[in-house]
């Protein structure tokens, strides 16, 4: 199995680095959009916007990662400051999610 870190290749130049960025980053951000969607169906999920934080989710996630980063050769600590700072990002889109979709969504109450 290849580990991640020994698909690196060896860059002259920074525009060697920033065409391997570039070309990473056009896999990513579809994956972190299609992340987002998961984050509007759990705002339509949960019944209470006091749900949307869940710390040992939060950590499950962490605690995840953190071997996985290692085991393809990266460093676990810089892979878990981006999945905190990425999840505190997806948390507050949930929570205006959530707001938005009570916001749209039809009135139960009898008009008398």
């Known amino acids: ?3 991640a870190i020994e698909n690196v290749q060896h860059c002259t130049t920074m525009d060697d680095v920033r065409r391997h960025i570039d070309a990473l980053d056009d896999i990513l951000v579809p994956l972190l959009v299609q992340r987002g969607g998961y984050m509007t169906q759990a705002a339509r999920i949960k019944q209470d916007d006091s749900q949307v934080r869940d710390e040992a989710r939060i950590q499950a996630i962490v ?3 953190r071997p996985r980063a290692a085991a393809e050769g990266g460093q676990p600590d810089v892979i878990e400051a981006i999945y905190r700072s990425m999840m505190e990002a997806y948390i507050d889109y949930e929570h205006r999610e959530f707001a938005r979709l ?6 139960t109450a009898q008009e008398g």
Request: proline residues 8%.
């Open 1 to 3: 199995m290849t580990r």
């Open 63 to 65: 605690d995840r990662v």
């Open 102 to 107: 009570r916001a749209a969504a039809p009135s």
